[in-house]
Structure formats: structure tokens, C-alpha cells
């Protein structure tokens, strides 16, 4: 899962580890396996000039599957992958973009933020708040979009997962953390967000551009429903 160090490598060489008929494992992987809810990487494998689409990549008992559109490759292949990048890179923006607001949300509510999917077009939040106006929210996106124009950083490190239990406020989902993790991977937005988070994110948050309220949505008791964009 190299892509938890570089989130901006498009192009790696690896090698096939297993095969089963157009599902592969590789040796190391810059791949996304669909997760937290963000979607899975797509992309293409070159083998001999031939070309290999990757349409789904997921993890399973540990390992990481890269679903292919058509089987051909065999144990011990060198292969060249190519991300798409054009979708992962939107998804990052988004991902980060969705750190920013659920940030701005607890801070001015205190709400959870109990779900969310990405998605290159709209992204989903869903959080627990009483009010429902429709200005409270773009409220919230105004605030979120001053603080992407500051030009946070992005940085990520490694704990232990004491450490982490030491830490007020690290992870605001209601879930906590996994039980039987011993390393914990840190995202922190500048001084806006700290996360226990799997995800891809961009380096800066002007990269992310400005967040765009599409809609809200009640999902009755204080259960609300956000979708955004991206400008
Ligand atoms: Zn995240």
C-alpha cells in the first residue's frame, strides 16, 4: 500500500505474486483499494504491449486484488501500472475537502459526522445536527472555502496506537478506532484537522480549488445530509 507514503505517484513498475483467472495480487501496489469511503483506483497494465484495464481494486484478508478487465497475466510477470490519475486526483481534492467541512461542522455544532462516500462529481456527508437551514449550511462551506484559501498543509506521520489513545479529539467518527491496529497513520490539515485516516490527500488545500453546496437533504431526527462539489 505505497500509496500511504506517496499519494502522487501515477506510474510504477511491479510484479505479479498471484494469480486468480483476472484478479491479481503484485508485489507492491500504488493502487487505492477502496476503503473509508473513498472509491478504488482505476487505471492500466502494460505486459508485452498488451493492455490490462484495471476496473476494481479491493482489499481482502489482508491482501490487496487488483481486478482486471481480461485474464492473460501470470505469476512473476514485470508489469508497468498506470493510475488514472484525472479520477484519483479529484477524489484526493474531495477527500481533503471533506476533512475540511466535517472539521468546520464539529466546530461550530459539535455534530458527528456518522458517514460519507466520495465520489469524483459529489461527495456525501452525513452528520447528526438539529438545525436544518439551508444558509447555516452554506455558512459552513463559506467557512470551509476561507480556510482551503489559507494554504494549509497537508502532513502525515506514523504512531503507535498508545500514542494515539493519548490524543484528545483524533478521530471524530463515532466508530474509534479498528482494535487490533498497532501503527496509526496521522493526517493533519495545518491546524484545522487530525485524523486516524487510510485515505488519499493533496499536499496543499489550495489544490482543492472551492467547495460548491449541490444539495441537504433530512434524514429525519437530526440526521442531515449533505452533497458537494467541487469548482
Ligand atoms: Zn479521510
Keep these: 500500500m505505497l500509496y500511504l507514503k506517496d499519494s502522487y505517484k501515477k506510474e510504477f513498475e511491479a510484479i505479479v505474486k498471484e494469480v486468480n483467472a483476472n484478479k491479481i495480487v503484485l ?14 483506483d482505476k487505471g ?80 456525501r456527508l452525513d452528520f447528526s445536527v438539529e438545525d436544518f437551514k439551508k444558509e447555516l449550511f452554506e455558512k459552513f462551506i463559506e467557512e470551509a472555502n476561507e480556510e482551503i484559501k489559507k494554504d494549509h498543509k497537508i502532513t502525515i506521520k506514523t504512531i503507535s ?22 501503527e496509526i497513520r496521522i493526517v493533519k490539515i495545518g491546524s484545522i484537522d487530525e485524523q486516524a485516516d487510510g485515505g488519499t490527500h493533496v499536499n496543499s488545500t ?21 452533497y458537494f462539489s467541487l469548482e
Design 44 to 123: 492500466i497494465i502494460i505486459f508485452n504491449n498488451q493492455e490490462f484495464k484495471v476496473i476494481n481494486v479491493k482489499k481482502e484478508n489482508g491482501k490487496i486484488i487488483h481486478e482486471l478487465d481480461k485474464e492473460g497475466l501470470k505469476v512473476n510477470d514485470k508489469i508497468r501500472c498506470m493510475i488514472d490519475w484525472n479520477k484519483r486526483y479529484k477524489l484526493m481534492r474531495m477527500h481533503t475537502a471533506a476533512h475540511i467541512l466535517s472539521a468546520i461542522i464539529h466546530r461550530e455544532t459539535n455534530a458527528m459526522i456518522t458517514g460519507n462516500q466520495l465520489d469524483e462529481e459529489r461527495t
Design 27 to 40: 508485489n507492491e501496489t500504488y493502487f487505492y483499494a477502496s476503503g473509508g469511503g473513498q472509491p478504488s
Design 161 to 182: 496506537k498508545e500514542e494515539a489513545e493519548k490524543m484528545e479529539n483524533l478521530s471524530r467518527l463515532a466508530k474509534g478506532l479498528p482494535p487490533n491496529l498497532k
Design 206 to 226: 489550495k489544490e482543492i480549488g472551492k467547495i460548491k453546496l449541490l444539495s441537504i437533504e433530512n434524514k429525519g431526527k437530526n440526521n442531515r445530509r449533505m
